[in-house]
């Protein structure tokens, strides 16, 4: 099995700076994908980039046995630019390929495929994520398998109701091989969270339910690493809250409602960066 995961040791400075020279490639990548396609979701993208990145390359495990392998889940499938500059960055995919994305020619699509190397769910519709993580990690147990299972969401997608059912599952399953990011950039498809549906109160509903409830500032790699750590040790599913900015390192939408944007706005990013 490829070694990963951080087995409770603190991070080291040499493996900090690591992460966040490949976060600051990914984070440009995904804006130079907008020279390509307009139509990305660059402002979920890259509030995705730092849970992405220190799940790819510290706790990710990779093993030819299905159950013994670690399993990552873009429930958020919008955020497929965010995936795939990270999987180039550790090797998955060319980067030429984040040029093509949505091209006929191309291997990327708008949302993950499991044809795409990496990807382990292919998603775009919101909600089912948690659901299908459950069954996994509920084979992997019943198998009696190693892996783990993480499923990232947005704050929006709690308006689902799967998630809801979902959520409940797991706590009867007893699947403590599951870990569930909610990422909290505080907007969803029609504004900000606070107008359209308050999220606020959801880290209690978890917690009523059964979970492990934790937090975490969702660009902070040593923040981040130190919630999977808590996660991992709960004895029960974890769901790990973090605090994002919804197009954070992109001035020209950042912690706005706006997904898109233009070459030109990209262009002068990625000058002033």
């Known amino acids: 099995m490829e070694k990963g995961g951080s087995d409770g040791a603190p991070i080291s400075i040499e493996e900090l700076n690591k992460l966040r020279r490949v976060a600051e490639r990914a984070r440009k990548n995904v804006i130079k ?17 730092e849970i992405l990145t220190t799940l790819i390359f510290r706790y990710i495990r990779n093993h ?9 889940i873009l429930s958020k499938g919008h955020a497929a630019p965010a995936l795939y500059a990270v999987l180039a960055e ?3 995919i060319n980067e030429d390929e984040l040029w093509r994305i949505q091209d006929i020619s191309g291997l990327l699509q708008g949302h993950p495929e499991i044809f795409i190397p990496g990807v382990d769910m292919s998603t775009g519709s919101l909600g089912q994520g948690l659901s299908f993580g459950i069954g996994v990690a509920t084979g992997i147990k019943m198998s009696g398998g190693s892996g783990r299972v993480y499923v990232i969401m947005g704050d929006g ?3 689902e109701g799967e998630v809801w059912e979902a959520m409940t599952h797991a706590v009867v399953r007893n699947l403590d091989n599951l870990i569930a990011f909610i990422e909290m950039n505080n907007f969803q498809l029609d504004g900000p969270t606070d107008e359209i549906k308050p999220k606020n109160f959801l880290p209690k509903v978890w917690e009523a339910v ?29 769901v790990i ?33």
């Open 157 to 159: 997608e709690q308006d």
């Open 210 to 238: 059964g979970w492990k409830v934790l937090s975490c500032d969702g660009h902070d790699f040593i923040s981040i690493s130190n919630a999977i750590d808590e996660a991992l040790k709960a004895g029960k599913p974890a």
């Open 241 to 273: 809250f973090a605090n994002t900015v919804r197009g954070k390192g992109f001035p020209a939408i950042e912690n706005t409602k706006k997904q898109r944007s233009s070459p030109d706005d990209a262009r002068k990013s990625l000058l002033n960066a």
């Open 64 to 72: 030819s046995n299905l159950v013994d392998k670690d399993w990552l």
């Open 33 to 49: 994908m907008l020279f390509y396609d307009q139509s990305i979701h660059v402002g979920s993208s890259l509030s995705s980039i």
């Open 90 to 92: 550790k090797g998955y």
